[in-house]
């Protein structure tokens, strides 16, 4: 049984106040679920306070990204190792925007994954279709490049300690929401890729959340797909009302 994990992309927003008071409140309403592990992905400026703000609760912070290199003459990066010491336990690494604005790479993903690893955090690794890939067909060779490319040469002990992301990239921050069945066929897909790479054992453990227009309206039919184990959210993980209402989702 994997148990589900609802994590929320904050993207470029929220100043430091902002961010205390989010997870003031979710920390205030979320105490009493202990079947889910939830995380929050606030900005680099305000992890520090909100990994302060949660210590005592069971709410887990992450990174949006992070650069493979430990420490040195790279302006505007920050590694593994600090995100770490901010308070974060996971981080996502190769979200769709990354890859579209910021020239990541699958190539580039495999380097942040190790580096996330060898720092202690968990990667939550993002792949996705563009809509005209999906559109012509390519949907199941793109996802299969992108997996095979980022989780190239990880051992299946490192490989169990990752969260994968499914966001189809039509479907971020778009209100377009792949329907279940569509979401269903790619997660299967994706793990028939992982039981080619890892093994049956590796595959069957490994969690992988859909991202794309999730909400409290769509979250329960998503998650009830025998392949899909949690979410990872965007746009409503800003209003703590609604990511409240996804993480209960049962
Ligand atoms: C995301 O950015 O990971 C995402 C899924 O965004 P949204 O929920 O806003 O579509």
């Keep these: 049984?994997?148990?589900?994990?609802?994590a929320g992309n904050w993207k470029l927003n929220k100043t430091i106040p902002e961010a205390i008071d989010l997870v003031?409140?979710?920390?205030?309403?979320?105490?009493d679920v202990t079947d889910t592990d939830i995380v929050v992905c606030p900005s680099f400026t305000a992890i520090a306070e909100v990994a302060e703000t949660l210590s005592e609760s069971t709410i887990a912070v992450g990174g949006q990204d992070l650069y493979?290199?430990?420490?040195?003459?790279?302006?505007?990066e920050v590694s593994g190792a600090q995100l770490?010491?901010?308070?974060?336990?996971y981080v996502i690494i190769g979200h769709s925007e990354r890859r579209q604005f910021f020239g990541e790479t699958d190539a580039t993903v495999n380097k942040k994954i190790k580096a996330a690893l060898a720092a202690g955090l968990t990667p939550i690794v993002c792949v996705g279709e563009l809509l005209q890939e999906r559109e012509s067909g390519k949907t199941e060779e793109v996802i299969r490049v992108q997996v095979q490319g980022s989780l190239a040469?990880?051992?299946?002990?490192?490989?169990?300690?990752?969260?994968?992301?499914?966001e189809p990239v039509w479907a971020i921050g778009t209100g377009k929401v792949a329907t279940p069945q569509q979401a269903q066929d790619v997660h299967k897909f994706i793990r028939?890729?992982?039981?080619?790479?890892?093994?049956?054992a590796v595959a069957s453990q490994v969690r992988i959340q859909y991202g794309g227009s999730v909400k409290p309206s769509n979250v329960k039919e998503l998650m009830a797909a025998p392949d899909i184990d949690g979410a990872l959210v965007g746009g409503a993980s800003l209003d703590a009302d609604q990511f409240i209402q996804l993480v209960k989702y049962k």
């Design 1 to 6: 049984m994997r148990r589900p994990i609802i």
């Design 24 to 31: 003031a409140r979710l920390k205030r309403s979320l105490y």
């Design 68 to 76: 493979w290199e430990a420490s040195g003459a790279f302006t505007g």
């Design 84 to 89: 770490k010491d901010a308070g974060c336990s």
């Design 153 to 166: 040469n990880l051992t299946e002990d490192e490989m169990s300690g990752i969260v994968i992301a499914y």
């Design 192 to 200: 028939g890729l992982l039981e080619k790479m890892f093994g049956k």
